[in-house]
């Protein structure tokens, strides 16, 4: 082989062999940038609209849930109970009822000399059941004919009802009993119904739009006047919270129902997601 044949030889061997010029590697990332920056402007929609749907489903369900929970310790409210305030000391609003955990009726005539009924011409401090038996927590309060007003108020004489605050009695804690025991006193008035409820003490909903929260508060003690309560527990059961109020139909005392308008409003990454409930309070103490 010539010399020349040789170096024909070696540069089509370099030829082969050599990489990229700088030239050619910028002409490829400028059309690799084009293409991604076009891939960009198709993929970033649906990404961000599956963003925003992923939560807005976030805020609807934390909302959904925490106006279920309310509406649900409505539904066992003691009649002519609840109550709104707005504002509500440094919070925006509050919500607040008795939660009855038992009733029953109560044996209001003697029929043979072992029975024992409820008397309300003196003081009294104990009453047969009719029905099934009650299980009477401890901490539990005896009520009877709860109608809301002065003198048959659950939340009349605050954590000490005095003898002109009557209707909210301290009862013995007892498991399945046919025979309810209380704190001795004259009640105010009879039920028509023979009705007695065994309650817990208040709950009230919180909402401060301060602090973006929804909470639930209960064992601070009875408050003749609403007031956002001191002490006690709290759960929070809503964060980002927006906006929301609380709204109760006011009722006469002869009425048999009352209606709570509830709204709950949850902001998050720009979306917002606004849900509205009414529950139905039965106002038949």
Known sequence: MT?????????????????????????????VGIIAAAVAVFVRAP???YLDTASRAR??????TALRRVVRDLRAALPNSVRTMAPCGAATACLEFIPVGTGGRYRAEKNVAADDPLDFTTNDGSFDVLGPQVTI???SWLVVYNLGISGADAYEGG?????????????????????VSFNPVRLPFDSPAKRFHITAQPVTYVC????????RRWDYGFNAAQAN????????????????????????????AGTVLISLQLTSNGETVSLAVQAHVSNVP
Do not use: K, M
């Open 59 to 64: 805020l609807a369900d934390a909302a959904d």
């Open 3 to 31: 010399l020349l044949d040789r170096r024909a030889s070696r540069w089509r061997f370099i030829r082969r062999h050599r990489g990229f010029t700088l030239a050619e590697a910028i002409v490829v990332i400028v059309i």
């Open 47 to 49: 990404v961000q609209g």
């Open 159 to 179: 954590a000490n009802p005095t003898a002109t605050t009557q209707n909210r009695r301290t009862a013995t804690a007892a498991a399945s009993t046919s025979n």
């Open 137 to 139: 927590p401890a901490g």
């Open 229 to 256: 309560p001191v002490g006690g527990s709290s759960a929070l059961l809503a964060d980002q919270v927006t906006g929301c109020s609380f709204n109760y139909t006011a009722q006469a005392v002869a009425a048999r």
């Open 208 to 215: 401060d739009l301060g602090g973006g929260q929804l909470s």
